[in-house]
């Protein structure tokens, strides 16, 4: 079946550093792909999404590029803020399944001033 | 912007008491789900709907569990007789089509004494 494996986390930067959390995917179809972050106490935000092979999405200064040849939606950031910490999820959605959402575990970010 | 609203936010019960969690969609979605978050734990998803029916669930949703859009605008999640480990914080998303980016609810979270 369908899954996501993301890097363990937590992650911890100090401002301005550059952020790189992993993720690969294993979908028997041709998924959408998503990242989400849950802010402490909150629900679920979209940050970004590709819908298909070479799409680079980008939100708030976040970058994931879709890579089939390698399965992988690397979330990445080159300037991370104090305000970033939170937990991200990788997450992918495709036909199989009614459209369900399958994330990975998440990764939590905590960002040092 | 539209959003998905959940209530209450908050929800305390006594084991075996019956709990329904409330939603409403975004007004133009068509696509509905509930998924949950186990304290510190992945979300998980529970089940998706769509044309008035389920499209699947999960084998978390079990017979305990049922969904309805009892009036075109809200749509429920029952838990027939709550367990301990039914404690969480449960989400609920819609989608305009499939395969699109789910919006997410803040949440309900679900305690059980």
């Known amino acids: 079946g369908n899954s996501v494996t993301q890097m363990e986390g937590p992650v911890t930067l100090s401002e301005e550093a550059f952020l790189t959390i992993n993720c690969t995917y294993t979908a028997t179809g041709y998924p959408s792909l998503f990242w989400y972050v849950q802010y402490p106490g909150e629900g679920l935000q979209l940050l970004l999404k590709a819908t298909k092979a070479d799409d680079k999405g980008s939100n708030k200064g976040f970058e994931a590029t879709y890579r089939k040849e390698t399965t992988s939606f690397h979330l990445e950031k080159g300037s991370v803020q104090v305000s970033d910490s939170a937990v991200y999820f990788c997450a992918l959605s495709d036909r199989t399944g009614g459209f369900k959402t399958i994330f990975g575990a998440g990764t939590r970010l905590f960002v040092k001033a | 912007e539209p959003e998905v609203t959940q209530t209450p936010s908050h929800q305390v019960t006594q084991m075996g008491q019956e709990v329904i969690l409330r939603c409403v969609p975004i007004?133009?979605?068509?696509?509905f789900y509930w998924y949950r978050q186990i304290l510190g734990q992945k979300v998980e998803f529970l089940v998706s709907f769509y044309n008035n029916e389920i499209s699947e669930k999960s084998e978390i949703f079990d017979d305990q569990f049922s969904v309805e859009r009892p009036d075109g605008s809200n749509f429920t999640l029952k838990i027939r007789s709550t367990k301990l480990e039914d404690s969480a914080m449960y989400f609920c998303a819609s989608s305009g089509k499939g395969g699109s980016a789910q919006h997410f609810g803040d949440g309900t979270r679900l305690s059980i004494l």
């Open positions: 007004s133009n979605h068509l696509y």
